[in-house]
């Protein structure tokens, strides 16, 4: 690619200013929103210019100010009757004309389900770039570049993705990996309410009804403590021991990929690269291997805890305590014990 002037993509010269999309459902923006807000202040700290949030929505003045308290220096509120539930279209839109309005030269979105619909449709539409899925973003300061990186190749490498002429530079980051930003209640910014031009017609799919699915929701990301299952189990009736030690210890169940592919528990539990990462105070990895795909979710847990039978496990590599045995003799144990404390 060319490096010099703007060849092929626009003066990026003009560009300035690190953005984050502050994605709302219900008019509460998403705990992704706060990791971003922590990694955005970072880059845009590094970069010497300024952290902006991007809120869409109808009526939600008091997101937009929690917003500034989690570290944003100016909130871009648009509000309007029609931004209430996402649309493509309608998100689409308003972020694209503000983007060529203001000139952000970075803007980072999560990878939840409305992240993967809007952050492509927008990069189209700005002519530049977009890195999905991304677990860990750098800077080159000297060259005002982000250096964004993701899982390639199934896994196999870990690809380092520039954008070098076009702006923003635009990147999805994965939910759960990046830390979140802590709240301060006394700092102070600015909230920009904007009305956006948008009609009805602009809006070619219309959300008729929203209908939540009847199936509990696995917090997995959320939550303080996972009890995980893997192959080790032997089957589908032991993860009713894992959600005994679970429910004994206030966590939540976690799986290896292994046990989701024998259908012995929904992928919404599923922990790694292919599943979800997690970062909790504390992870109890049970009959799991340690393969590199499952630790790549759970291995920056505060406090690792391994159940094997096999010594030489690769999971014990990466445990703060290990406890070589058969599970079903460990968790019963661990079980009673909790019971008596
Ligand atoms: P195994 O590797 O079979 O390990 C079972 C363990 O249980 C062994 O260590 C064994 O010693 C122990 N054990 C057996 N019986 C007992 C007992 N009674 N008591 C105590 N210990 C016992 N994997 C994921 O987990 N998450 C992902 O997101 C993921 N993504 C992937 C993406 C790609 C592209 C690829 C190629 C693979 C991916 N994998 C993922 C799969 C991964 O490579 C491993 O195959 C998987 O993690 C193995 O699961 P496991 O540890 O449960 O099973």
Redesign the pocket.
């Known amino acids: 690619f060319k490096e010099e002037g703007n060849k092929g993509g626009v003066n990026i010269d003009e560009y300035r200013g690190v953005w984050v999309f502050a994605e709302q459902r219900e008019g509460k923006t998403l705990n992704v929103v706060r990791e971003l807000l922590g990694e955005g202040r970072k880059i845009a700290d590094e970069l010497e210019t300024e952290l902006t949030a991007v809120l869409l929505g109808h009526n939600i003045e008091d997101e937009a100010n929690l917003l500034i308290k989690y570290g944003a220096d100016k909130v871009i509120y648009a509000n309007h009757e029609l931004l209430g539930v996402y649309t493509t279209d309608g998100y689409a839109k308003v972020i694209y004309d503000l983007i060529q309005e203001r000139k952000p030269e970075i803007m980072l979105i999560g990878a939840t389900n409305i992240g993967r619909d809007l952050g492509p449709r927008l990069s189209a539409k700005v002519h530049t770039g977009l890195t999905a899925d991304c677990t860990r973003l750098d800077v080159d300061k000297e060259n005002r570049r982000l250096m964004m990186t993701r899982p390639a190749f199934?896994?196999?490498l870990m690809a380092t993705i520039l954008c070098p002429n076009h702006r923003p530079q635009m990147s999805t980051v994965r939910p759960g990996v990046m830390e979140k930003a802590k709240i301060d209640e006394n700092r102070e910014g600015i909230v920009q309410v904007v009305k956006p031009e948008l009609k009805d017609s602009d809006i070619k799919a219309k959300v008729i009804e929203t209908v939540k699915s009847d199936k509990p929701v696995v917090a997995l990301e959320e939550a303080p403590i996972i009890v995980s299952g893997?192959?080790?189990l032997?089957g589908e009736e032991g993860f009713k021991l894992i959600e005994d030690l679970a429910e004994k210890l206030g966590g939540v169940v976690g799986?290896?990929?292994?046990?989701v592919d024998s259908q012995w528990i929904e992928q919404s539990h599923?922990?790694?690269?292919?599943?979800k990462t997690v970062r909790p105070g504390l992870y109890v990895a049970?009959?799991?291997?340690?393969?590199?795909?499952?630790l790549?979710?759970m291995q920056d847990s505060k406090c690792i805890v391994a159940?094997?039978?096999?010594p030489n496990?690769p999971?014990f590599e990466v445990a703060d305590y290990g406890i070589v045995?058969?599970?079903?003799e460990?968790i019963p144990e661990l079980i009673q014990a909790l019971d008596n404390v």
Do not use: E, P
């Not at 159940?307 to 096999?310: A, M, P, Q, S, Y």
């Not at 045995?325 to 079903?328: E, H, I, K, R």
């Open positions: 199934g896994g196999n893997g192959r080790g032997g799986a290896s990929r292994a046990t599923q922990v790694g690269q292919t599943g049970c009959g799991i291997s340690g393969a590199i795909q499952h790549a979710g159940i094997n039978k096999d496990a999971i045995g058969d599970l079903y460990v």
